[in-house]
């Protein structure tokens, strides 16, 4: 069975000296950074070291994307010349690669008309799939109208924005996650349950804000199972009929979203997703290197999971090829 993972990250050290010169509130808006030892060795290495741990984990290509926080909390110029490096530098990894690997543009979101312009190179120049981002831009969220030139050329490339979890503000964190030691009060704030609210309200806020409506060929991918939304679409679809939005929240879901699995190896939120958005919108990832691959290796994850043969290769390889066959290059 072939196999992709489409939510795989790397970091480069331009990017990190970039991140070394941020001031607070920036660095604050980082979070921890780059993990220090063997994790953050393996983002760096997109070569040989990395084809081994996919062939370890039973997957055959990695989308590649930047690492957490992306660009998002650096100034605009130095981001603008960063994304055009990071994208020439991903194009090339893919090209030495083609088998093994292939590539999500990175953004300058603090100045997003050159943001739609690169996603524009990007895909029709060097290859790329579409972009990873996140939702917020320092206090800018992700709906904004600032972002819509974004939504526009996307939506008319018909080429994917993955949309990734990144930390709480300072303020959230202060309100919501503190109040422990420090290493629990920061899982609290990420993987425990922050980084995953804050993907899922983004999503929430682009319906809210009509981008859905304006751009119906945006695609929107969320990881995690859907960072939430999926477990909570009969009270959003409450919000929709008050907000007087054309569709519930289940339909925007649907029609504009794609899951992942993020490296949250569960068989009872794969079968949910697929009761929830149908197994034609769920993408495998196992997002390397914070997490390993499943025990037995892709294949066998989706092959235990109660599912019939198609679904499984839809989810492992499938959905993502017909999600690229799509973009208009």
Known sequence: MRTIGTEEHFVTDEVVTAWSRLVSPAREDWGPGVPPGEMGERLRDVGERRIAAMDEAGLDIQVISLTSPGLHNLPAEEACRLQVETNDHIAELVKAHPNRFQGFATLAMPEPAAAAQELERAVTKLGLDGALIFGRTGERNLDHPDNWPLFEAAAALRAP??????????????????????????????????????SGVQFLRLALAGVFD???????????????????????????????????????????????????????????????????????????????????????FLATAGLDRADQERIAAGNWDALVAGIRR
């Not at 009761?275 to 390993?292: M, N, S």
């Open 161 to 198: 924005l993955y949309v990734h979890p990144q930390i709480p503000q300072a303020q959230v964190r202060d309100a919501l996650y503190a109040g422990f030691d420090d290493a629990v009060s920061n899982a609290f704030a990420t993987y425990g349950i922050g980084w995953h609210y804050e």
């Open 214 to 300: 304006r751009f119906p060929d945006l695609r929107v991918i969320l990881g995690h199972w859907g960072e939430v939304v999926l477990f909570y679409l009969d009270r959003t679809d409450g919000l929709a009929m008050q907000a007087k939005l054309p569709r519930p929240f289940s339909e925007y879901v649907r029609r504009n979203a794609y899951v992942t699995a993020g490296g949250v190896y569960s068989h009872r939120y794969l079968r949910w997703a697929v009761e929830v958005v149908g197994a034609e919108r769920i993408l495998f990832a196992t997002d390397y290197p914070y997490r390993p691959g499943p025990d037995g290796g892709v294949e066998r």
